[in-house]
């Protein structure tokens, strides 16, 4: 397991593009600064969809605008990620000051289709032009697989068409590769298989998991990977989260409670897990109704509790 | 990994312990005989505390009679377990045709005299002879160590403490132990940890895990406690319940979520999800209240979905 694991907070965008109330920019920029504060490395604060599409992302532009111009008040010292879905997001993301860019190609026909109007092959080729872009405008750029480990309209993704788009991205340089298990299908044993079988595709490869908690083996899958030499966590704050265009899908693994886990384990110690908590109930507030994830309700375990602020 | 990974149903017993609305014993009889159908190997039917302290263990011994009289019509082919919390409730027991008898000690000194008035030591000498008279009267015995991965009142619990309960198990050719993790603190590393310790006490150690998912790391402790070598998981249906005894404990792990995840592996193919997961609304119907597990919810992944009952 790597030394220092690295926690990619997802929740600002994978969280929030499924919620119909949208946040106002001043409470996701609360939200987006607590959750740097209290020690992430990564911050995904929006998507570079289309505004009509997701209204929930319609400030990503103004968000990026005020998280990372010069002169901005940078709140703790995470690197600002967006996801980007082609050349036109490239652009607005380059404009905006996105620190960290993230594309993706879903390894599902059915589901790339539908997201992208694009089959695979199509989707792998554009999206590799994209990425070496950003690269080329000295951006960090992480791409990754999506539905990597199931379908939710075609089941079972051969092993091997996750690991076609992952050399694709290797031959072009691109080695922060994430697999992500869009619709939550995955489970620990086929984790540990995939992932293992990505990092013999090269040694320079850094891998991230993106795990929903659909049926429960969320951190189970975490687990798995990190056991498999996953270096980056994603993960949402409470548990926010799902795919609007997937059919079942629920949150993504709630950052508290990875967090929690790892610092059970004497891991990731210097994470703020009181501040953490804090945020997920701030959010769950906001939304009105119970989000998925456990820390946030239960607290820390008493191994854990000198960390909660003093009350 | 265990070839066959057996699967332990203490939802009637550790799931309704804590609810406060006491289901009729004709409900509890279709639960537990729904359960045995669907496959599972060992249903825990009840617990011989006195009935005043749990009101709904108060049909227990009358559960078992009626599970396992003579000339009773005998539904699935599951093993019917008991929890015998002392020689008045082991006579009980033996009384009303318990199959299989569980018994267990904290390894937390609060825990212990909390629960049973006596420390850890006493608990132990009363409890390993008691579980003799169990075998000596031929029943198959489980016994196990509760607050095993920590505890709610103490916080952290030694390993050493653990193991010292474990060696006077094994030096009483008690092999069959669960490792309890009772009110939820486990973490996946720990588990992994502290089952491969116990197993390296003897080789004839038939070890299980039982996990709260306080926390959220619940499957993720399934799926340590399997790679270290674990056969037996024991689980509740929809996630049901908790400690009384304990200051915070979420339900257990849902046993349609660990078996979800194990066919998912392509493991324990024979027992019936959907039958599960209709067990489990049935509970969630019966209590007016939405329980913790996730499958009985989304139902299976679409990889699973030619198990389903035809509607």
Redesign the interface.
């Known amino acids: 397991m790597t030394p220092r694991i690295v926690l990619h907070e997802v929740g600002p965008r994978d969280g929030l593009q499924v919620e119909k109330a949208v946040a106002p920019t001043e409470t996701k920029l609360r939200w987006i600064g607590a959750l740097s504060e209290a020690g992430l490395d990564v911050v995904q604060a929006g998507s570079f969809v289309h505004p009509e599409k997701v209204p929930q992302m319609a400030d990503t532009d103004e968000l990026f605008r005020r998280l990372t111009a010069p002169g901005a008040e940078r709140k703790g010292h995470a690197l600002y990620s967006g996801l980007v879905l082609n050349e036109k997001g490239l652009d607005r993301a380059l404009a905006c000051g996105v620190e960290m860019v993230c594309l993706g190609v879903s390894a599902s026909e059915t589901h790339s289709r539908k997201n992208t109007g694009m089959g695979v092959a199509e989707a792998t080729g554009r999206i590799v032009a994209t990425a070496k872009k950003a690269v080329e405008a000295g951006r960090k750029v992480q791409v990754s697989v999506q539905s990597a480990f199931?379908?939710?309209f075609?089941?079972?993704v051969p092993e091997e068409n996750v690991l076609a788009i992952a050399r694709s991205y290797v031959d072009a340089g691109l080695l922060t590769i994430s697999l992500a298990d869009t619709?939550?299908?995955a489970?620990?044993?086929?984790v540990e298989r995939l992932f293992g079988r990505l990092l013999e595709l090269d040694p320079g490869i850094e891998a991230a998991c993106h795990f929903h908690?659909?049926?429960?083996?969320?951190?189970?899958n975490?687990?798995?990977a990190l056991r498999a030499g996953v270096v980056t966590v994603e993960s949402s704050f409470a548990g926010l989260g799902g795919c609007p265009f997937t059919k079942?899908a629920?949150g993504n693994?709630?950052t508290e409670?990875v967090v929690?886990?790892l610092q059970?384990?004497g891991k990731r110690t210097d994470v703020d897990l009181a501040r953490l908590i804090e945020i997920a109930r701030d959010v769950e507030s906001f939304f009105g109704r119970e989000m998925p994830?456990?820390?946030h309700r239960?607290?820390?375990?008493?191994?854990l509790?000198k960390q909660e602020s003093p009350a």
Chains 1, 2 share one sequence.
């Not at 489970?187 to 086929?190: N, S």
């Open positions: 199931g379908c939710g075609e089941g079972a619709a939550g299908h489970c620990p044993a086929q908690d659909t049926y429960g083996a969320g951190m189970a975490v687990w798995a079942v629920a693994v709630a409670d929690h886990t059970r384990e994830g456990r820390v239960t607290g820390p375990a008493p191994q509790r």
